[in-house]
């Protein structure tokens, strides 16, 4: 058992979107589903047996989808970082869970659910840390104009192109 989870608070929705996280990532997995006991479903004003949280791994990550109910909801205060290889590997991640969500900008973006995902490339940290101000200055410029980020223009920016 992994020492620390992060748990989603779903309202019903916790198999759709695992099934959909798990989908979208080559190292994914679910490990784990459990159910309503008695007594908790009575507590909660569910029915034994209704699904009840999800143990799931995306790239060795480990997440918990709970079936918590409508009295908690997602903020951008909270959101899953994911560093991607390539351009193509943003593209699909971007499409797929944008899809019925919202697009923020600058990578960021708010899923069907409500979970807030930051879609970046692996590069962008090194960038944006680069200890020549200048070029992370440029970087940052151009990161701030996009909504799903673009590698080859961020790298231009990088580079003074």
Known sequence: MQKIVTFLWFN????????L??????NAKITNTSYLTESVAKAAGKKPRDLSAID???????FTAL??????????????AVNCKT?????????????GGEEIAC???KDKYGVTWQIMPESLDIM?????????D????????MGKLNIIELEKAYKGE
């Open 12 to 19: 019903d929705q916790a198999k759709e979107a695992v099934d």
């Open 21 to 26: 996280y798990v989908s979208l990532f080559q």
């Open 56 to 62: 799931f791994e995306l790239n060795g990550q480990n």
């Open 67 to 80: 079936n918590g109910g409508p009295m908690f909801t997602f903020t951008e205060a909270i959101s899953i």
């Open 87 to 99: 351009q193509e590997e943003i593209d699909k991640l971007w499409e797929a869970l944008s899809k």
């Open 107 to 109: 990578g960021w973006l």
């Open 128 to 136: 944006m840390r680069d200890p020549d101000t200048v070029k992370a």
């Open 138 to 145: 440029r970087v940052g410029a151009a990161m701030l104009k």
